[in-house]
């Protein structure tokens, strides 16, 4: 059954509160959002703490962002939340957060695309890295737009991690498995560095996706390798390069616009 927006506020209210508890954001920092229907998205305003919110502190935005409802501020970064739900007619909820281990490897430059760990194959497959872009701007867009239609967690370069999914919870739930999953990286590399899940056990997990009720965007491998490229047999590439994947997506957009 459909949530009512009263219950929607509240679930944003809750899990910006848990987004504030486990450190994933300080002072006024990230935005949560909801699509409410086609005209209307509920979200955080700007200049608040995630963790002492109220339901009634939330505002209505329109598809071109422009408020039609609350007494606060929208955020500068809401065209973040518009663009996945102009590519992503399957979305309802974005979640933007600066996780500090996830973060951590977006500052450094490096995505979450190695074979490591069952569930997050399985949940997310591979992690990618946008480019920075200066927040609030288009410029922050720019790099995103290629991964967002093929991805469900982007981390953005020396920012933070989007995550975005069926339900508002879901897309809090990935957020928890991006940090997970970044924290057991990082543990991994300071032992000696991970040992990667051969290519037929990825295969594998993405065959069971059925079973486990998991439909995500991320195929075996686009966008980035799920296992390091010297691995694949006979040079085979697992992968489509940037120049590939944003022909795809303009191919993609074009035939969507008729």
Known sequence: MAKTEAELREDIVEIGRLCWTKGWVASNDGNISVRLDPERILCTPTGISKGRMRPDDLIIVNPQGQKIDGIRERTSEINMHLAVYRLRPDIQAVVHCHPPVGTGFAAAGRSLNQAILPEVIVALGCVPLAAYGL??????????????????????????????????????????TVEHSSRITLVAELLGGPKLLPREEVDKLFDARGRYGIASRNAAAPGCPVVAEEAAPSGERFYVTREELIALVDEALKARMG
Not at 158 to 170: E, F, I, L, R, S
């Open 135 to 176: 927040p609030g701007t288009e410029e922050l867009l720019k790099p995103m737009l290629p991964l967002i239609p093929h991805y469900d967690a982007i981390l953005l370069g020396n920012h933070g991690v989007t995550c975005y999914g069926t339900d508002v919870w879901k897309a809090y739930y990935l957020m928890e």
